[in-house]
């Protein structure tokens, strides 16, 4: 069995471009989980997400960021206008509901 | 709001001691917890889970253990190696919410 899959591994983006960040749950999962970790700071919740649905977005910022996992295909997190600050590691996490998380390998974001 | 301690957040010990590391956390009312390890630059592993009817669990030199009524779990790491030298991060899970909660992580270095 696949693992959690996450593309690209590393990013590199300019200021002011968009960045899109794919994550494939482990297969029969429906609950997707994406979080957000800087260095020497521990990892930050941004939004859960079940198929077709947001549940819970609480993390995520209003502007600029947006999350969907579509009936068909991998959850995408998308980040337009990058700054700076964005650079960060992103992880994605899949799990059936009440049982345990299995997380993919993250996605490095550069922002330059 | 739940709010999860790890205690050391630091430890450097020479091979084969024996290890406990600290969670705590703040919400009796949960719904699991989780025990991951970090490798620098990589993703999370799970270690063990513990579901809240449990009160351990155990994998291989890994023993990790629950109690909710003082917020504690401990995860002992026996006859350690250098090879467990990562980060060690606890997730708790409840209070009527999907979304875990991660402490600040342990960052362990086991030398020859």
């Not at chain 1, 994605?92 to 996605?107: I, L, R, W």
């Not at chain 2, 001691?17 to 719904?31: H, K, M, P, Q, R």
């Not at chain 2, 090879?83 to 708790?92: I, K, M, N, P, Q």
Request: hydrophobic share 30%.
């Amino acid at each position: 069995n696949a693992g959690v899959m996450q593309n690209p591994r590393h990013l590199v983006r300019r200021r002011g471009q968009e960045a899109r960040l794919r994550c494939s749950p482990v297969k029969g999962h429906s609950h997707v989980y994406w979080y957000r970790q800087l260095p020497e700071e521990g990892l930050k919740f941004m939004v859960y997400l079940q198929k077709e649905n947001i549940i819970d977005e609480s993390g995520m910022p209003k502007e600029r960021f947006s999350a969907e996992f579509p009936k068909e295909g991998p959850s995408i997190l998308r980040i337009q206008q990058v700054v700076r600050g964005d650079s960060a590691a992103y992880f994605c996490a899949s799990s059936p509901p009440y049982h345990e998380q299995f997380f993919g390998p993250g996605t490095r974001l550069t922002v330059l | 709001k739940q709010e999860v301690t790890q205690i050391p957040a630091a430890l450097s010990v020479p091979e084969g001691e024996n290890l406990v590391l600290n969670c705590s956390f703040t919400d009796s009312a949960i719904y699991n917890l989780q025990w991951f390890r970090q490798d620098p630059g990589k993703g999370l592993t799970s270690l063990l889970l513990i579901q809240s009817s449990q009160r351990e669990q155990t994998s291989g030199r890994l023993n990790a253990s629950l109690d909710k009524s003082s917020g504690r779990s401990t995860l002992y790491i026996a006859a350690s190696q250098p090879g467990d030298s990562a980060t060690y991060l606890c997730a708790v899970k409840g209070g009527g919410s999907y979304i875990p909660t991660f402490g600040r992580g342990t960052s362990l270095i086991v030398h020859p």
